[in-house]
């Protein structure tokens, strides 16, 4: 193996094949100032989530074990699975167009993983236990009062927020009304949500306390779907290597003009865009699968720049294209095709949901019932019908028999599914043996709303062989 080499090695193991602990240098600059900005507008829209209703229902919510999915106020059930289907593919077509055009900037600005570590845990570390070098240091010291006042305060917090972090999740799956009632009541009585609870939070604080940036670089897919989707006309954190070689340090009271004549590039070889990058990568060796896009090492530059009287940019957002012809982002045949099939996907789920029925009724023989026959010599049948209502108000539903003549009747109260809710009853139907065929008369019954026929359903009426 030729460690010398980037591509034979990763920057976090070592030689023996161990962890490799990373201690990114605190960065300051223009792009994490706006990733600061957009981070704490995203957490707040993360934490504040749950208690946002509309028309009632939460904001979002992925109840998997009830099946009930909620996405902006509206219910989902598991009837309409397939506009689910179509949603996720045109989400993954989406990543798809996206990440041929603009590389990981996802995984810089908006992904949880990276919000969370650089922008929360990262700064508490910082603030407890100083910059990487005070990092280091404070690792390889003795353990003293000072040492394990701050591990203990920094690992309390780092709980701390990761219970919080695993709570806002799991308010997401089950809504924070029963996340409630599962902190309220006595805990032998929610032994399952406390168990979630107690694990997500174990996940979050081993996560962002421990596993970092391995996250990235072992578990997450989609850094490693990079390399099929990247074009040289994607969009990538990237090394102007025309204008930074050939690099070297940058000696006392040299001139540019001179390093320029004696061969030397505007990169000064001061690792400051290595030391800061949390994944322990050096971006002047080129585009990398460990690579998050988190803009440290461009400002880092950038502030190197700026001391040594260059223009900033020397690592921006840049493609090869870019960089080799000097070529601006272009619409390449590629690009063209997958946004071919992002509006086809799209149009389909708008139709999908624009001719998404507003009730949803299934009428079937109740479980274990025969055919009675009637003091007046007709024949009942008993059903169930289970009546789903995907609109934002109560509705009466009445159901009615069309074929073939007969009488229909909803057992107990008149049916009012209320907004967004199942409602179930039993219905009773009788048929006049003159209306019957021989075993099995096919029913058509229709669902009513206001005087408005909703549905028809069809079912199977059991009555005696001839
Ligand atoms: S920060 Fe800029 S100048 Fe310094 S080593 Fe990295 S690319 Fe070169
Ligand atoms: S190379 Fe730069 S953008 Fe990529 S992870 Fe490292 S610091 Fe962030």
Redesign the pocket.
Known sequence: MNWSDFRDHIATADREGRRKWMYPRKVSGRFFRWRTWFSWLLLAIMFTGPFITIHGNPLLLMNIVERKFVVLGQVFWPQDMIIFAVAILVFFTGVIVFTAAFGRLWC?WACPQTVMMEMVFRKIEYLIEGDAPRQRELNRAPWNAEKTFKKLSKHGIFFALSFLVGNVLLSYIIGWWQLYQIIIAPPAKHIAGLSFMTGFSLLFYGIFARFREQACTFICPYGRFQSVLLDENSIV?AYDHKRGEKRGPLRRAQKFGERRFAGFGDCVACNQ?VS????G?D?RDGTQM?????????DACDNVMTRTGKSRGLIRYASLNGIELRKPLCFTPRLAGYCVILFALTTVLGLLLFLRSDVEATLLRAPGSLFQQMPDGHFSNLYTVKVINKTSRDMPVELRLESPAGDLRVMGQNLVVPSQRLAEGSVLIELDPAAMKSGTTSLVVGVYSGGQKLQTLKTAFIGPRN
């Open positions: 810089g954190v865009c800061v990058c949390p994944t990568i971006i460990e690579c998050v896009h988190c803009t440290a090492c461009m």
